[in-house]
């Protein structure tokens, strides 16, 4: 059968607009990633607009020029990689940066890991939680570090950014016995992109609808009007920045796009689906604990549960345990406060 070729659309080539001006190198970098990552496979030729991409690159340039990722953290977790650095070498970099060191303790001690004995320095933490594990708080810590004096709604955004994470780290645990590598990471900075665009004061969330503060996938369409972007994209853009996991930013660019996510498959699929399912939980949780059988069936109705198997009947059986992980990470998860 011959395949259908879609016609190309029409241009107006009779009013040529003036050339914009040329963008830096580095800005025209992030913006033919940006491209990519909004309009790839978009038949709508209006979203093949340039405009977005450059408004984009240009917040994601002046974000990540904001918010530096700290040096002493990019180093750990390089060391954290490689699986032939020593213990005490990693513990001496670790150490240059005091409340990196004194976060990745409270958190390594926190109910969400829940040691048999206190874990008394970074080498204990690494013998006993592994150098996988002391990786992704490293840079939990450091990257929710960047946002400690939020406050108001950013302050909003860590609360539920810290309660997706606890979250997906349960329905991580549940899917497979050993977890599901980074899924904690994913889930706390899943929802990075909202605090940048707030720190580069390019929206201002409080304006927005207030389904945009109470339900998933509201809000990113909103920004994408108002925009041409949204925070996912705008994110993962910056994450890619700090030199973060690769898989982790393509995690944090489709959680809005999780037809893409399932499509590429893997972890990244995976991951994607078990930080919406607790994205989706989160909403309902914030708003009402009471166990709601209809929800968990309406839930596992929806695309998040079922690429990753979970039934009504385990959402249901793993209620209690989600309120209560939930409430311990609101309580507990005091990230790197200076
Ligand atoms: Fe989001
Ligand atoms: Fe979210």
Redesign the pocket.
Known sequence: MAQSVPSPPSVNVSRPRAAPPPLPAHVREIADAVRMELWFGDADPRHADLEASRSMAAAAAKAAGLKPFPEVAQRALGLLADTEAPAAKIARVVAEDTALAAGLLRVANSALYRPTTPIASVQDAIVRLGLGTVREIVAAVATMGLFADASGLAHA?RN??AA?AALARVFGTEWGAKGVDGIFLAGLI??VGKLLTMQVKELDYATLAPETRTK?DE?HVHERALLGYDHAVLGAQVLTHWKLQTELSQVVAW?HQPGRAYAAGGIVGLSVAL?RLS?QL??KLAENIAPDPAFCEALAMEGAAAYAGFSAHHLIAMWPKLVLVREEALASFGVHRK
Do not use: A, L
């Open positions: 955004i539920h950014s997706v899943h929802d998933p809000c959680h930080v994205d989160e909403y």
